[in-house]
């Protein structure tokens, strides 16, 4: 991508997030049940925006599903704007986030529920509340890794937020999906060019956001895998390691990755 080109998108961005901004507030207070609708279509643009090509295979994605949360690893900050595009689900991220500026404040615009995971009696209270709220219907999304990866691979998830898949009427879903960043203008990302735009490390989001969008082009497979219960699991740790696996194995297969 050239520097005009970089800076073209770089306006339009921050036009369409100014005048997004109000809407959302205005939504949230009078229209709230017209709330996510809008964050779906604020996603999608943005991904016109910056030229983000998104494939997947239909076969197990539904918008109209209720009550799934949806598991997926975690590469860069586009990850959000992959799966807010095709899902009607809240972002589940760490309190650092909505301190992280216009970003966190876009985040909680858009209803993420952000938990604290240094406090280990929040935790039970937050599975608590999600286990609820999936319940009674509300979709989530969560990256268990907690932190990013260079998107040739995962980081060992974390199981403590998974303990709010757990319910014993089986109402709740779970869905594995794996993000993977496969080509750039077009032609097959390697290792080296999937690490650099990725999130990782000491990069600001600024410096990552940049890298993105100055790389040109960028196609990212989804992979949904089949949905699953909890009532297949022992426990949350047993449901964790399906599915790193099942995330794991998409990824390798996807970006052929041995």
């Given amino acids: 991508m050239s520097i005009i080109r970089l800076i073209y998108t770089l306006l339009l961005l921050s036009f369409f997030i100014i005048i997004s901004i109000p809407i959302q507030i205005l939504l949230n207070i009078f229209a709230y049940k017209f709330k996510n609708i809008y964050a779906i279509y604020f996603y999608k643009i943005i991904k016109l925006i910056t030229g983000l090509k998104i494939t997947y295979d239909k076969k197990n994605h539904s918008r109209k599903k209720k009550g799934t949360l949806y598991v997926a690893n975690h590469v860069s900050w586009f990850d959000i704007i992959c799966l807010g595009t095709l899902l009607n689900a809240r972002f589940i991220a ?3 986030v909505s301190k992280m500026g216009i970003f966190g404040f876009l985040a909680k615009l858009s209803n993420t529920f952000f938990i604290d995971n240094s406090d280990k009696n929040k935790i039970i209270e937050y599975n608590r509340i999600i286990n609820k709220k999936l319940s009674q219907g509300e979709n989530f999304i969560i990256f268990p890794e907690g932190t990013t990866s260079d998107g040739n691979g ?11 898949a757990f319910d014993e009427k089986n109402l709740i879903h779970i869905q594995p999906i794996s993000i993977c960043y496969s080509r750039k203008n077009n032609l097959p990302m390697g290792l080296f060019l999937r690490r ?5 490390g000491d990069t600001s989001m600024v410096e990552a956001m940049f890298n993105f969008l100055s790389s040109g082009p960028v196609t990212v497979e989804l992979v949904f895998h ?3 219960n909890a009532s297949s699991f022992n426990n949350r740790k047993d449901l964790t390691y399906y599915c790193e696996n099942q995330i794991l194995q998409g990824i390798n297969q996807t970006l052929k990755i041995s």
């Fill in 94 to 96: 760490k309190k650092e």
């Fill in 154 to 164: 995962i980081k060992q998830f974390k199981s403590s937020m998974l303990e709010c």
């Fill in 226 to 228: 089949n949905e699953l």
């Fill in 196 to 200: 650099h735009i990725s999130w990782i």
